[in-house]
Nanobody
Framework: QVQLVESGGGSVQSGGSLRLSCAAS????????MAWFRQAPGKEREGVAG???????TYADSVKGRFTISRDNTKNTVYLQMNILKPEDTAIYYC????????????????????WGQGTQVTVSS
């Protein structure tokens, strides 16, 4: 059984940083695609960042240059380093695994993920 457990959320002021972690069990993280999504109150869930088995990454335009997704295969863990946080980054962040990938001209996005974590709240105050 695949389980994803997120951690690292919290409250931070605008311009600050947080690092989210997603520990995967029941699957070898290095062999699968994993992604971070977020959902703000009253808004639809959106993809934030994704990483596929060969290490290629993709990011939403709104976070490019500020967020970095990475993985530690020895710990079966994926991270989301979030810098220069803005109030509009406030949302519940979800880790997801085993996703479809859109490779149109290069890795574009991950979608239709099979497994999901419980979510972790990130709040950025101005």
């Amino acid at each position: 059984q695949v389980q994803l457990v997120e951690s690292g959320g919290g409250s931070v002021q605008s311009g600050g940083s947080l690092r989210l972690s997603c520990a995967a069990s029941g699957v070898t993280g290095s062999s699968i695609s994993m992604a971070w999504f977020r959902q703000a109150p009253g808004k639809e869930r959106e993809g934030v960042a994704g990483i596929v088995s060969d290490g290629r990454t993709t990011y939403a335009d709104s976070v490019k240059g500020r967020f970095t997704i990475s993985r530690d295969n020895t710990k079966n863990t994926v991270y989301l380093q979030m810098n220069i946080l803005k109030p509009e980054d406030t949302a519940i962040y979800y880790c997801a695994a085993v996703c479809n990938a859109d490779y149109n001209g290069g890795l574009q996005r991950l979608y239709d993920c099979t497994y999901w974590g419980q979510g972790t709240q990130v709040t950025v105050s101005s």
